[in-house]
Each structure stands twice: as C-alpha cells, then as structure tokens.
C-alpha cells in the first residue's frame, strides 16, 4: 500500500498540461462539484509528487477496490485525541463490516504530519449513493460531533473531469 495519496489544486489548462507532461502516472483529474471551474489533479502512485504546489496526505487506513474513474468525497474532520480513538474505531468497523452499497474504497488519512486533521476519501459510483450513505448512517460523522459548537468538518466532492474535444 501507498503511504501517501498527493493532491494540487488549479484551473483545467495548467492541469492539463501537467497530466500530459507526465504520462508515466496515472494522475486523475477531478472537477469540483459545487464550484465549476475548479479542478483538482489526484495522484494516488506513492511517488515523489510531480506537483510545485502539492498537499499531502498520509495513508492511515484503507479498504476495498480504488475506482478513480468515478464520484470521490473528501470529508475533513478536527479531531481532539479521544475523539480520533472513537472516529478510528468507527472506520475500522465500518471497514471490517463491508463498505455501503455503491461505495468502491475508502481511505483514512491526515494531513501530513497533522494527526488532528482527519480526512476520508470514498470513491463511489455515484453522488447519490454517497448521500443517502451519509445520509441515513451516524456511522460517518457521530450526532455527537455534530451537534458539539466546537466541532469543525469540511466535505468536498469531485467528478472525473471531462476531457476537452
């Protein structure tokens, strides 16, 4: 297994210029959701980053069979020490029961060299799979944590970029 998944952000041309200019990796480039026009190019090698401005993530945990081709979710979590016991326990369960329908990996990361900042990327068939995932499970994101004032968490969501004809 990898011990880091890489990440940069930038719009489509300059992303698409360094995937081009680097045909040995299978860099994956993604379009935000929510924002159109903004692009993030993944590389999940386990290589040194072919990135001038990269952000890094540790691998803590991983299951299931990686589909870069289709919907990802990155959720942030700000996680205190007993909190991270509690959110590392729930994944781990999550992980040993089976991944939810529709959901091909799941990855448990932190931002490198910040254990506090807890990251987990699913990729997924769909959106809407996610969603009612997220939706009708306390597995992800414990009531607890959200109904707590100090609670900080950020979600993110990309599909493959179309390629330009």
Known sequence: MNNQIVITFGNEEILSELKNKHPDRDLVMYQALSQPGEYMLLDHSGKDPVFKAPVYY???SHSGEDDWNGFISF???DLNFDQQKVFDARINKLRSDGLP???H???SLNYHKDISQ???LGSWDSYSDFELWKNSSDEFIPKEYRDSPSFYSHEAYYTPAKPKN
Do not use: A
């Open 58 to 60: 540790d691998i803590l």
């Open 75 to 77: 959720s942030t979590l």
């Open 101 to 103: 329908d529709g959901m």
């Open 105 to 107: 990996s799941i990855y």
């Open 118 to 120: 807890r990251i987990i």
